[in-house]
């Protein structure tokens, strides 16, 4: 009988140049490349799910961060639901699923197993351990957690509310007993998040001239806390509706992250002063003490209901460099994930 050897085909994404401004697809080069072998220690992963975030393009900047920026011609990393297909390392077992935060853009790739922890497939989709039950669904806990300090009664307003943060941000609110403003960038987009996520109220600020006023009307007794995942107009007209000791969380800015020069705003000085308001910046990988915590939180909310996420699945490896630009665009609802 004719032996059959299965060829397992390798591909890789590296940066090829930096993006100035909006990134393109030129940015990125897609390679075939050799099978790895896995050495003693380490096991060979095929790659499942792969996360494409809005963070990733800080990273295509040569600037120092809080990690260190991706290099030219190297692949991009990010976070992978992998398969073992090959182990020879004692802790995984062929078969088994890992969650890797910082795995390259490869089709197959070794790994000593130091980054990766396990995932259940039996407990949950794969594609949800790269949201939100993994680094986006913790940004929301911690981020409301440390510095939203939500009380019952308050209003919160959040921008990217669709998205994959932002949803979670918005339905935490909702569990906390708070009123819920969405900001998104379409009709569908605040439809979701009133329908599916239980929002009280949804802006488009792609319609909408006047945000400062849109989020007035919206939010008849003030804003209490303001999530901005989306700096820039959205951030100001937040601000302009503020409470006193009002809490505002800087998780990010994503309007100005192609911005190739720094934009000029009103100064937000004296109303943080006069309203007592707390803006306060984080990053969620520096509260991995609260992992576990935030993670059976959220698995507790998503049993019983309270919690509901979407998903944007984009099929096939090569499709994961213009999934990754689409974010700009707003063509995700909640997490953007690549399906390999
Ligand atoms: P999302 O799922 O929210 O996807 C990005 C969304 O941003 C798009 O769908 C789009 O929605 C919106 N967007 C794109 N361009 C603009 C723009 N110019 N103005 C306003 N909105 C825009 O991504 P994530 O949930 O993964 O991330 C949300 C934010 O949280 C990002 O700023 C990210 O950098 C930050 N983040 C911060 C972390 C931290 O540790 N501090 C950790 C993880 C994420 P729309 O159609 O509504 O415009």
Not at 35 to 59: N, T
Not at 167 to 177: D, E, F, H, L, W
Request: aromatic letters at 6%; one cysteine or more.
């Amino acid at each position: 009988m004719k032996s059959e050897k299965i060829i397992l085909m390798n591909k890789e994404i590296l940066l090829k140049s930096r993006p100035k401004g909006r990134p393109t697809k030129d940015n990125f080069e897609i390679n075939d490349i050799e099978k790895p072998e896995p050495k003693d220690g380490e096991v060979l992963l095929k790659s499942k799910y792969v996360s494409v975030d809005p963070y990733m393009r800080g990273r295509m900047r040569d600037e120092k961060s809080y990690v260190p920026p991706f290099e030219i011609n190297e692949p991009i990393r990010g976070g992978i639901i992998a398969e073992v297909i090959e182990s020879k390392n004692e802790n995984f077992k062929k078969g088994d699923y890992v969650n890797g935060s910082n795995l390259q853009w490869k089709i197959l790739q070794t790994s000593n197993g130091d980054d990766l922890k396990k995932v259940d497939g039996n407990q949950a989709p794969l594609s949800a351990y790269l949201g939100v039950l993994g680094l986006t669904g913790l940004t929301a806990y911690v981020g409301l957690k440390n510095i939203g300090n939500l009380k019952e009664g308050e209003t919160l307003v959040v921008s990217g509310g669709s998205g994959a943060v932002g949803s979670i941000v918005g339905q935490i609110g909702k569990i906390k007993g708070c009123k819920v403003v969405g900001i998104a960038g379409s009709d569908d987009k605040v439809e979701t998040m009133k329908k599916k996520f239980g929002f009280n109220g949804g802006i488009n600020y792609e319609t909408t001239d006047n945000m400062k006023k849109a989020i007035k009307e919206a939010c008849p007794d003030g804003v209490d806390v303001y999530w901005d995942n989306v700096g820039g107009e959205t951030l100001d007209a937040a601000l302009a509706n503020i409470n006193k000791h009002g809490r505002v969380i800087n998780c990010g800015a994503i309007s100005m992250y192609n911005d190739t020069e720094a934009k000029k705003g009103p100064r937000h000085e004296s109303t943080l002063v006069k309203k007592s308001v707390r803006m306060q910046g984080f990053i969620v990988r520096d509260h991995q003490d609260e992992f576990e915590e935030g993670i059976q939180h959220i698995a507790k909310w998503m049993n019983e209901g309270k919690i509901k996420y979407s998903e944007t699945v984009v099929e096939g490896f090569d499709n994961i460099p213009q999934a990754f630009i689409d974010l700009f665009d707003g063509k995700n609802e909640g997490k953007m994930v690549v399906e390999i």
